[in-house]
């Protein structure tokens, strides 16, 4: 086997990795307790880059590096993932000579990315949607927070069932609420802020928890539903902050545009529902105008009922009462759902395949500092 000759090495010491170019291949070098060894550097599972990881030893006392990305591990003499993976990084020859660091040409142990034979996720990975032209599939989405044990009457809880109640009755839809409360999921990990390519499509989280309570939202939105009516009410003059949970956790639908000029939101409309003690119903629902016209939805005219009985009112004891008896409320839920099944009839006729998407493009980062044209 060929040795090529890659880095002197004085250029990595004792207790440190690096990634390498070596012949055509990218190599990672690591020196720990006393030897050199490579590795390939892209990981198996999405190409995170192993010499930005970190080293650690586990539990069967040999050391691994684990990747940025998502986590996962290889063995820095063998390749092998832990214990009960069969996956397997490229193991590359390594000798040192005259103060050298020679890598083989080719592996000497081949990489091995084991196969999936169930993948719990490839529905939403194949984008398996079970909206389809004929059907009328709305999804309520519920983000009050309420103790389980304790359940309390919620404004746009009550507003969103009534909603969903009358476009089964009016419209022959097939209704579904999801109560965000109800989903155990974890927050947002922020993979993107790692490498554009570490925020995935199914979300990396869902891949390293099929569990995971937002595989429900995925499926019922993306893949279900033609219509999302999203109820929530305000907190210190926001969304709730499990509405937050949930969106940053949609940031693998919309990054999927940024990243990939691909589309997962189509023919969809979007309305509201957004009910405080106090008051900002305006301010709360042009921020989820903005998210969900990000995420590809269409909104019909008028797209939110909104509920606020002003600064005062403090009489919280009194507020869902009012709430209930309010004609305004009852004649503005029917509206609304008029409104959006209406124009969900029609956006469902439209061809939607080349839809234009004048967001940010991955494609176009930094293209301001490399050539300036001033014509638009
Ligand atoms: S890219 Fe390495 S764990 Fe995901």
Not at 45 to 59: A, P, T, Y
Not at 177 to 191: A, T
Not at 240 to 245: A, E, M, P, R, T
Request: proline share 5%; glycine share 8%.
């Amino acid at each position: 086997m060929e040795y090529v000759p890659v880095i002197p090495l004085s250029e990595i010491p004792e207790n440190s990795h690096r990634s390498v170019r070596s012949g055509k291949d990218t190599v990672t070098l690591f020196h720990y307790e006393g030897a050199v060894t490579a590795l390939g550097h892209a990981c198996l599972h999405m190409g995170g880059d192993l010499g930005q990881g970190s080293v650690r030893k586990l539990e069967d006392g040999d050391m691994y590096v684990i990747c940025p990305w998502h986590g996962w591990q290889y063995n820095l003499k063998t390749g092998q993932a832990p214990f009960g993976y069969p996956d397997r990084q490229a193991v590359y020859g390594v000798k040192i000579e005259n103060g050298m660091v020679f890598v083989t040409e080719k592996p000497v142990v081949d990489a091995f990315r084991a196969g999936h034979d169930e993948d719990p996720l490839s529905d939403l990975r194949n984008l398996d949607y079970l909206a389809n032209p004929s059907s009328l599939n709305v999804l309520g989405i519920s983000t009050t927070n309420m103790n389980r044990d304790l359940p309390r009457p919620s404004t746009s809880e009550s507003a969103l069932q009534a909603a969903l109640d009358f476009a089964a009755s009016e419209f022959g839809a097939s209704v579904n609420m999801i109560r965000i409360r109800d989903l155990e999921f974890r927050h947002c990990e922020g993979y993107y802020s790692r490498h554009e390519q570490a925020c995935t499509w199914p979300c990396s989280i869902s891949e390293m928890d099929p569990a995971d309570g937002m595989n429900e939202l995925y499926r019922s939105m993306v893949l279900w539903a033609d219509v999302v009516i999203l109820a929530t009410p305000i907190r210190w003059g926001n969304a709730s902050s499990l509405y937050y949970k949930m969106a940053e956790r949609l940031n693998c639908v919309q990054n999927q545009i940024t990243l990939n000029d691909r589309v997962l939101i189509r023919n969809k409309v979007a309305s509201f529902i957004v009910t405080g003690g106090q008051d900002n119903v305006q301010g709360v629902v042009g921020q989820l105008n903005s998210f969900f016209t990000d995420l590809g939805f269409t909104f019909p005219p008028f797209n939110f009922v909104g509920w606020s009985r002003g600064w005062i009112a403090e009489d919280t004891e009194h507020n869902y009462e009012r709430f209930a008896r309010s004609r305004y409320v009852k004649r503005s839920i029917k509206e609304l759902v008029t409104n959006t099944m209406k124009l969900v009839m029609q956006v469902k006729q439209m061809d939607a395949s080349h839809l234009q998407t004048p967001k940010p493009k991955i494609s176009e980062a930094g293209t301001l500092s490399s050539s300036y044209d001033s014509s638009l």
